[in-house]
């Protein structure tokens, strides 16, 4: 496609625009289950105004605009005071999940060599369930990735005595999930916390989905482990804005337990023609509106806002459970937060996962062992019975052998 040699009205491209969207995903039916966090209008309306008031501005130059600087700090100090973030604690916001998790190992990794002066090939540990960000990064840095089996007694968690044994001396991190996103279950973190003091490794929690979540849920009474810097063993964690925190999409957390290991994260360069830089994390130009919503998200909830959506969230999954296990369903492990996954004993759930499909619902898969896969918003909580009666009609379709089979092509999401 060849750009145009004329420009064109924007009312006429806006229309245009719009129009393309017709074949999307209709999460604001409540038809996606994945992807997108729906919190209402209200809480849109206010990521909308807050990105666009920061949108030109860049959190690259903190001394251009202190404001952003400001906004910052603000945003990383509500989510160090949420997660026990001792006296000197310290963060950055980044663009996302994948983002704090390859920063968070770069920390690790250059903190090791710092401490260890060693140049062994480095490896990281962690669960099979972790996020595949982890390998993302480990793939960038080439360090080695070691994934160690879940316990094999239907809890879905990490096997923390399999994980101590897959360390040695050049593993720089290893790695918990609160929660993994595959089966939304918290992994025994405290176990996990107790092996990295003992072996003086760096333990990282990956709470990019329950970081802005589980305290809420806590306070409300949800009997929810310790995860975060609470326990001493954890050195860093991934906490993500713009998931659970339903901030503007480009909005994450990685947080460090003292200044001393964060010091292991940013970029600092003056070996070329251009102007010294230091940069926090992985991008250069850093979107001032992602900070601006995130700030303007955080303060118009309040704990109060955010304790509302997660009640709101929890009720719709507790339903899910519920329904599901009248159909026959068996939900995968004891989850607490907003995912949840379920497989059916008899019928495939990659078979039902398509029949949905076809009646317009977006959700997700889980892979091991085949699930449906939900990551609720608190919107659902509108749409939840639709769904529901829609999974039952499914289920009998699959199993009374009319429903057509299932490209597996259907099953990738990028
Ligand atoms: C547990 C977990 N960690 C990390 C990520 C990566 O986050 P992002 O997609 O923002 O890069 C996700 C994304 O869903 C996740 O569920």
Known sequence: MKMQAKGRQWPDLQG????????????????TAVYVFNAGEDIAEVQRQAYTAYMSENGL?????????????????????????????????????????TMAIKAARDYARAERATDAQANIVLPRSAHLAFDKACHLMDIEVRRVPLRDDGSFQADVPAMA???????????????NFPHGIIDPIEALSAHAVASNIWL????CVGGYFAPFARI???????????????????????????????ASTVLFRSDALYQHM???????????????????????GAISSAWAVMNYLGVEGYCRLQVQVCETREKVARRVTELGFEVLGDPILGLIAFRH???????????????GWFTSVTKEPPSLHLMLSPKHAD????YLEDLALCLAAVASGKASPVKTSSLRYS
């Open 61 to 101: 130059g903190p001394a251009a605009f202190p404001s952003l600087a400001q906004m910052e700090k603000e945003v990383v100090a509500m989510g160090l005071g949420l997660l026990h973030g001792p006296d000197g604690a310290v963060g950055a916001m980044t663009s996302g999940g994948t983002d704090s998790i």
């Open 165 to 179: 044994l897959a360390c040695d001396r050049d593993t720089i991190m290893m790695v918990g999930s609160a929660p």
């Open 220 to 250: 409300n009474g949800v009997p929810v482990p310790a995860f975060d810097f609470e326990l001493p063993g954890v050195s860093s964690i991934s906490a993500d804005l713009h998931k659970y925190g339903y901030a503007a999409k480009g």
């Open 16 to 31: 245009e625009m719009l129009d393309r969207g017709r074949d999307d995903a209709k999460w604001r039916d409540g038809r």
């Open 345 to 359: 004993p008899e019928q495939h759930a990659y078979a039902i996962y398509g029949e949905l499909y076809r009646r």
């Open 383 to 386: 749409f939840i019975d639709e």
């Open 266 to 288: 940013p970029f600092d360069m003056a070996q070329w023609s251009g102007a010294p830089m230091k940069t926090p994390t992985l991008a250069g130009t850093r979107p001032g």
């Open 204 to 207: 990282h929690v990956d709470a």
